[in-house]
Nanobody
C-alpha cells in the first residue's frame, strides 16, 4: 500500500490550494479515505472523509464550508480542495486509508498560509 500526497505549498490568507493523494497497492474504490493534518506543536487531527459507497463526505467543523474532499476511483486518487485558507490551516496534511485493520499514511505535505 502506498499513498503519495502532492500539491502543497505557500499561500496567502484567503487563498486556495488543492491537494492530491495517489493511492496504489490496494483496491482504492472499496475503502473510505481520509485527510488529516498536524499543526506545529499539536496532535494529528481529522480533516475530512469520503466514503467508498455513495461518496458521502464528512468534515471537521473547522473546515466545513471551506474544504471539499473528492475522489476519482478510476485514477485511484483523492483530492482536497481548500478555499478561504486561514493561517490556522497551516499544517502538514496526510492522506489515510484503513485497510484490514491497518492504518496507512502518506508521507505528508506542508501547507503554509501566511502573508
Amino acid at each position: 500500500v502506498q499513498l503519495v500526497e502532492s500539491g502543497g505549498g505557500l499561500v496567502q490568507p484567503g487563498g486556495s490550494l488543492s491537494l492530491s493523494c495517489a493511492a496504489s497497492g490496494f483496491t482504492f474504490s472499496r475503502y473510505d479515505v481520509h485527510w488529516y493534518r498536524q499543526a506545529p506543536g499539536k496532535g494529528r487531527e481529522f480533516v475530512a472523509v469520503i466514503k467508498s459507497v455513495g461518496g458521502r463526505t464528512n468534515y471537521a467543523d473547522s473546515v466545513k464550508g471551506r474544504f471539499t474532499i473528492s475522489r476519482d476511483n478510476a485514477k485511484s486518487t483523492m483530492y482536497l480542495q481548500m478555499n478561504t485558507l486561514k493561517p490556522e490551516d497551516t499544517a502538514v496534511y496526510y492522506c489515510n486509508a484503513d485497510i484490514g485493520g491497518i492504518s496507512y499514511w502518506g508521507q505528508g505535505i506542508q501547507v503554509t498560509v501566511s502573508s
